[in-house]
């Protein structure tokens, strides 16, 4: 029963997170607009380019779309509404979500194109500027909840969210989240501007779809990961648990994809030199201060 | 034989086998990635000794690492997709023997060695993620942070080696270095 409840969570939310995209990108809100979408993208050809790694060129988007679905294994709606409490869950979420960068790299390589190996080794790149400001936040998350299971990190938070307890961290974490998402204005593997589509550039039709839907599935555990570790999950008055998760996730959602819009486009220099520069002192401070927290006025 | 064991063996001919497709493939990306999903297949086989943390880490490192690697590769080599018949094989007779001899010694380490008796339970994954945090804050500690700084400075050495000014242009008048299967 419980597989059933969270088959539904997922659709309902990947459905839900393509019409919040569609609207972040038009400024308008059309339900029918993902199915149409969908439906244009099954009815295309899907063309395969000249000289391909085929193998890479068929893997990629499919292990995007595994790598972003393992990630949410870990995450729960409610104590009992979860694929598996893992006692390494918050290191798992990092793990699953390292196949993303292989992912796009094989993509961007697969189809033999200028344009889509260019934004596949961006994503290494930009991998290099974000992933420290994903794992020290969680540092910190994890050195409150003295455990690394996700529903031990949300239980640590009754007393005080995480938002309010490490502000800074939550920030770290949702902007190299986005960067990891690869949501605007972090989006220069696929940029559409400067990339004619970067590692989406060569793939149409079916390819193109699952490529897609991997990316909305990674939006949706970005957010459930910042929910779970910052927001209380779960945690709130009224309302039932699973029901406080999902808004809780849609609104992180609805920050990432619109939120993020408000900022043009980083260059690839420019991202790297924030993020050490200044995302990792803050980060370290970041677990600094909590530590003190953590053992001065525990909450 | 146990389930187990079975998933354990799976997972070691998988490692062996993309550990030989690393050498099989002309490709550059190819060889990075097969050596990543050998290592990853190495990370599976600790999940199925029950070592949750190790295997999560071993999965979660080498995806990075494996990665930085394929770009390294792609920058200094001078047939990145392997489209000159790019031969992965240097060195043959010397690295067979090599080879020989270290499956040789890993082998005779497992069956002569004195593994002590077996852990009666093993401890389940939390009570693991704490006893290796005591481990490697503890008496470990100073092995992993030579060890750490050695990589690093290994790394900078080799990127400063591969960069150094007049590298390029000496290799442009002299004699390209003969490795075997390089057309000739």
Same mark, same amino acid.
Not at chain 1, 157 to 161: A, K, R, Y
Not at chain 2, 113 to 116: H, S, T
């Given at each position: 029963m419980t597989a059933i409840w969270l088959l539904l969570a997922l659709a309902v939310g990947v459905y839900l997170l393509a019409v919040l995209e569609h609207w972040a990108s038009t400024n308008r809100l059309r339900p029918t607009a993902p199915i149409l979408a969908a439906l244009s993208l099954l009815g295309s050809e899907s063309l395969l380019p000249r000289k391909p790694d085929q193998l890479f060129f068929e893997t990629g988007p499919v292990l995007l779309l595994i790598a972003a679905l393992l990630s949410l294994?870990?995450?729960?709606?409610?104590?009992?509404?979860?694929v598996t409490d893992l006692a390494t869950g918050a290191l798992f979420f990092n793990a699953a979500l390292s196949y993303v960068l292989v992912a796009l790299i094989m993509a961007g390589w697969g189809p033999d194109g200028a344009y889509g190996m260019i934004g596949g080794w961006r994503f290494l790149g930009q991998l290099i500027a974000y992933a420290m400001l994903v794992v020290m936040p969680i540092t910190a998350v994890a050195m409150r909840a003295e455990s690394l299971s996700t529903i031990e990190i949300v239980l640590s938070?009754?007393?005080?969210?995480n938002i309010a307890y490490q502000p800074l961290g939550f920030a770290l974490f949702l902007g190299a989240g986005m960067a990891m998402a690869f949501v605007?204005?972090?989006?220069l593997p696929i940029?559409?501007?400067? /990339?004619? =589509?970067?590692?989406?550039?060569?793939y149409t039709g079916v390819r193109r779809l699952v490529f897609r839907l991997g990316r909305l599935v990674l939006v949706l555990s970005v957010a459930s990961a910042a929910t779970v570790f910052y /927001?209380? =999950?779960?945690?709130?008055?009224?309302?039932p648990g699973w029901a406080w998760s999902g808004v809780k996730i849609l609104a992180v959602a609805a920050v990432m994809l619109a939120g993020g819009r408000l900022f043009p486009r980083v260059s690839e220099g420019g991202l790297l030199a924030w993020c050490w520069k200044l995302g990792i002192p803050l980060a370290l401070a970041n677990i600094l201060l909590v530590g003190i927290l953590v053992l001065v006025v525990p909450l | 034989m146990s389930v187990q064991v079975i998933f354990l063996a799976a997972f070691g001919l998988a490692a062996v086998w993309f550990g030989i497709v690393v050498f099989r493939t002309h490709s550059m990306v190819r060889s990075a990635l097969a050596l990543l999903f050998s290592q990853t297949a190495i990370g599976a086989m600790f999940l199925v000794m029950e070592t949750e943390f190790l295997g999560v880490l071993q999965i979660m490192m080498m995806a990075t690492e494996m990665s930085i690697m394929a770009i390294f590769m792609v920058m200094f080599m001078m047939d990145p997709g392997g489209?000159?018949?790019?031969?992965?094989?240097?060195?043959r007779r010397l690295s067979l023997w090599a080879g020989l001899v270290a499956f040789g010694g890993a082998t005779g380490l497992a069956f002569f060695?004195?593994?002590?008796p077996l852990p009666a339970e093993i401890p389940d994954a939390a009570e693991q993620v704490r006893l290796l945090g005591f481990e490697l804050l503890g008496r470990s500690m100073l092995i992993f942070e030579s060890a750490g700084l050695t990589i690093l400075t290994a790394m900078i050495a080799a990127t400063a080696m591969a960069v150094l000014p007049g590298r390029k242009a000496e290799a442009q008048t002299s004699e390209p270095p003969g490795h075997e299967g390089h057309g000739a």
């Open positions: 294994a870990i995450i729960p709606l409610t104590p009992d509404l979860i938070q009754e007393g005080l969210w605007p204005p972090f989006d940029a559409s501007g400067d /990339l004619a =589509g970067g590692v989406q550039a060569e /927001l209380g =999950g779960w945690l709130g008055p009224w309302l | 489209l000159g018949a790019m031969d992965m094989k240097h060195q060695a004195n593994w002590g």
